[in-house]
Nanobody, 113 residues
Framework: QIQLAESGGGLVQPGESLRLSCAAS????????MDWYRQAPGKERGLVAG???????LYADSVKGRFTSSRDKVKNTVFLQMNSLKPEDTAHYYC???????WGQGTQVTVSS
């Protein structure tokens, strides 16, 4: 059973950066995709970014050019570097191992001046 734990959220001003981490307990073997989702109050959870075991990434249009996903295979950790943050990026961010019920507890990102 893979368990995920996000960290790195916080309160920042518009234009600043944050780096989220998603640490997986246990080894993830074989092909996988780790996705990042976010959910703002009153809105549905939406896909933000994803990264495959091979390093291929995908991004929602709203974050392209600002967010970058990466992974550390040795540490079983996936990262989401978020630059040029906007107030509309405010949400609870979650990671998910695609195709499983493995979700972390999420980490809150608040962008406000």
């Amino acid at each position: 059973q893979i368990q995920l734990a996000e960290s790195g959220g916080g309160l920042v001003q518009p234009g600043e950066s944050l780096r989220l981490s998603c640490a997986a307990s246990g080894s993830i073997v074989g092909a996988y995709v780790m996705d990042w989702y976010r959910q703002a109050p009153g809105k549905e959870r939406g896909l933000v970014a994803g990264i495959t075991h091979g390093g291929t990434t995908l991004y929602a249009d709203s974050v392209k050019g600002r967010f970058t996903s990466s992974r550390d295979k040795v540490k079983n950790t996936v990262f989401l570097q978020m630059n040029s943050l906007k107030p509309e990026d405010t949400a609870h961010y979650y990671c998910n191992l695609r195709g499983t019920n493995a979700w972390g507890q999420g980490t809150q990102v608040t962008v406000s001046s």
